[in-house]
């Protein structure tokens, strides 16, 4: 199983710029959620999938949208790059079946934008 | 609002000391929580969890344990060692809203030899 994969691992963009995170998970897990990590702030959640065909904003989801593809994929999008989205983004997963549900992370995708 | 307040890093013990992460939670009602461990340029993982009150979670050696009366779940470890130097994140879930995380901002552990 490799678990949670995200593509790319690093990526420079120009303010201004679109770009698509990628994540997949091989869990069959239902909950998908992407976080952004800055320093000092732990993470955030900006918008999350309980199960195919939907999702939710979290936190922090202005100047970002989602798709949840299939139960597999949730990517993250963003339509027009700004210096304040310079962030780590992590993937999770997770089956969500109650209070002990455990979320599954990603490696990250370190993003600057210039 | 639900909110979770870590103690600051970053922390620096020596191999062999005693730790303590202190964690303090704000939520209504029962949360779940747990503490998440980051090592350098990984993801992060689940370290252990507590699902009720009184409810002692532990792995690797620590341990935590959840204290509604005080609203705290600290993070302890007998012994630390260099292996264990990694960011710590609390965090809760609330039974009513998914399976969304609400995390502190981390602290960093780093032991030395």
């Known amino acids: 199983n490799a678990g949670v994969t995200q593509t790319p691992k690093f990526q420079v963009l120009k303010t201004g710029q679109s770009m698509t995170l990628q994540c997949a998970q091989d869990?069959?897990?239902?909950?998908m959620y992407w976080y952004r990590q800055d320093p000092g702030m732990g993470l955030r959640l900006i918008y999350y999938s309980a199960s195919e065909g939907t999702t939710d904003k979290g936190e922090v989801p202005n100047g970002y949208n989602v798709s949840r593809l299939n139960k597999r994929e949730f990517s993250l999008r963003l339509e027009s790059a700004a210096p304040s989205q310079t962030s780590v983004y992590f993937c999770?997963?997770?089956?969500?079946?109650?209070?002990?549900?455990?979320?599954?992370f990603g490696p990250g995708t370190r993003l600057t934008v210039l | 609002g639900n909110s979770v307040t870590q103690m600051e890093g970053p922390v620096t013990l020596s191999e062999e000391a005693f730790l303590t992460i202190n964690c303090t939670y704000t939520?209504?009602?029962?949360?779940?929580l747990f503490w998440y461990v980051q090592y350098p340029g990984e993801g992060l993982q689940l370290l252990l969890k507590?699902?009720?009150?009184?409810d002692k979670g532990s792995n690797k050696g620590f341990e935590a344990t959840y204290r509604k009366e005080t609203t705290s779940f600290h993070l302890e470890k007998g012994s630390v060692q260099v292996s264990d130097s990694a960011v710590y994140f609390c965090a809760l879930r609330r039974g009513n809203q998914g399976g969304k995380l609400i995390f502190g901002q981390g602290t960093e552990l780093s032991v030395k030899p």
């Open positions: 939520a209504t009602g029962y949360p779940s």
């Open positions: 869990m069959n897990h239902n909950s």
């Open positions: 999770a997963s997770s089956e969500d079946r109650g209070r002990a549900d455990t979320q599954y």
């Open positions: 507590a699902t009720k009150a009184d």
